[in-house]
């Protein structure tokens, strides 16, 4: 992307990719300009700070933040910066069942909030970033009224579908 990122996204390790990958895809089709790297807390704190640190003064709006395991990257990066922070809990190899990674992120301490997304939601945390932007952007927000009205559409398919084989 060309134009400079709106929404910064962030992940422990590369391992975490598979999972992160559709935040990044959702704001590409809407057209949110993004960037994605691998920040650890653990393995690259420093890296962490300034990524933090750095982050509203080049632009950015919202962080998206996903780690697995011990997932302290949210909500360390929640505590470095007054942007806001999606948290993406990851089941990966080192958890248990996901457990310590949803733990990990949803359980923050008063004053340092983390907007946590499902277990494995890269996607939604791609769709919640666009619609911070979509506060400040007439057209993200149309492009998410649109997204909504196609998940309605698909729904009343699938009814009309079952609606003509009689099963009602
Ligand atoms: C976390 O540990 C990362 O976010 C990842 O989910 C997990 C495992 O990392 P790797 O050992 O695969 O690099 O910090």
Redesign the pocket.
């Known amino acids: 992307m060309n134009k400079s990122p709106l929404v910064g996204i962030i ?6 990719l598979p ?1 992160m990958r559709p935040a990044a895809e959702f704001l590409e089709a809407a057209n949110i300009p993004f960037e994605l790297s691998i920040v ?4 690259t704190p420093q890296r962490m700070i300034e990524y933090a640190q750095s982050a509203r003064s080049r632009g950015i709006k919202v962080i998206i933040a ?8 949210p909500g360390m990066v929640a505590s470095l910066t007054s942007l806001p922070v999606i948290g993406v809990p ?1 089941k ?4 248990i069942d996901g457990w310590d ?1 949803i733990l990990s992120i949803l359980q923050m301490p008063g004053g340092i909030p983390v907007a946590t997304v499902a277990l494995d939601g890269g996607k939604n945390a791609g769709i919640l970033a666009a619609s911070i932007v979509g506060t400040f952007d007439a057209k993200t927000a149309d492009y998410l009224d649109s997204y909504k009205h196609e998940l309605t559409d698909k729904v009343m398919r699938s009814v009309d579908e079952l609606d003509r084989k009689g099963w009602k």
């Open positions: 992940m422990g390790s590369q391992s975490d999972v650890s807390a653990h393995r996903g780690a697995g395991g011990a997932a302290h990257l990851v990966s190899r080192n958890s990674s």
